[in-house]
Structures are given as structure tokens and as C-alpha cells.
């Protein structure tokens, strides 16, 4: 069974940096693909970034260019490091896991896949 513990959320003023970490305590994430997730007070959950088991990333339209995904399998966690965030990047921040994982956003013709495990969420707040 797949157990997601996310961390390193906090607080952090407008420009500043974050580096979230998310645990898979099941030792299964080497073969599975992780992604984090993130979701405002009072707006629908988006997808951030995904990755899968031989590290090649996809990303949502909100964090191309600022956020990077990676993945330690040896470790078996997946980081999502934060840069150049801004008000609009407050939201708990949820690790997500599953056998496949994309497409991570909706395409022509696909809809997003769901993502069957998820951790508790970590909380990012960024003040301008």
C-alpha cells in the first residue's frame, strides 16, 4: 500500500523559494509515478507536476519555467522545488501516486488521469 507524507511547506515572502519533499513509506515509488497537486482556499484542485519511474517530468502551464519536479528512488521521494513564487502559489500542496500518471492536464481528446494515492498536504503560504 502506497503511504504519502508530504513536507517542507511553510511560509515564505514573494519571490522566495520552497523545496517540497514527499516520502512514499510503501518503498514502491521506483516502479509507479509520483505527482504533486495543489489546491486554494475555496478553488478546485490543479495539477502542478508529475514524474515517472525513469524521471522524465511533465508540468502544468503554472509552473513551467519556476518549478521542478525530481525523484530519488533510492530515497523513494519525490521534491518539487519552488522558485520565484508569488501570492497566487498559496494552497496546500498534495503528493499524489499511481501505476501510470499521464496526461497530467487535459489534452485534446484525454482527460487527466486520476491519481489513486494521495498524502495529507502540505501547506505554502506566500506573502507578497
Known amino acids: 500500500q502506497v503511504q504519502l507524507r508530504e513536507s517542507g511547506g511553510g511560509s515564505v515572502q514573494s519571490g522566495g523559494s520552497l523545496r517540497l519533499s514527499c516520502e512514499d513509506s510503501?518503498?514502491?515509488?521506483?516502479?509507479?509515478?509520483m505527482a504533486w497537486f495543489r489546491q486554494a482556499l475555496g478553488k478546485e484542485r490543479e495539477a502542478v507536476a508529475a514524474i515517472d519511474e525513469d524521471g522524465s517530468p511533465a508540468y502544468a502551464d503554472l509552473a513551467k519555467g519556476r518549478f521542478f519536479i525530481s525523484r530519488d528512488n533510492v530515497k523513494n521521494r519525490v521534491y518539487l522545488q519552488m522558485n520565484s513564487l508569488n501570492p497566487e502559489d498559496t494552497a496546500m500542496y498534495y503528493c499524489?501516486?499511481?501505476?501510470?500518471?499521464?496526461?497530467?492536464?487535459?489534452?485534446?481528446?484525454?482527460?487527466?488521469?486520476?491519481?489513486?494515492?494521495w498524502g495529507q498536504g502540505t501547506q505554502v503560504t506566500v506573502s507578497s
Open positions: 510503501a518503498y514502491t515509488s521506483s516502479r509507479i509515478c
Open positions: 499524489a501516486a499511481d501505476a501510470w500518471g499521464f496526461p497530467l492536464v487535459p489534452t485534446a481528446g484525454s482527460a487527466p488521469y486520476e491519481y489513486a494515492y
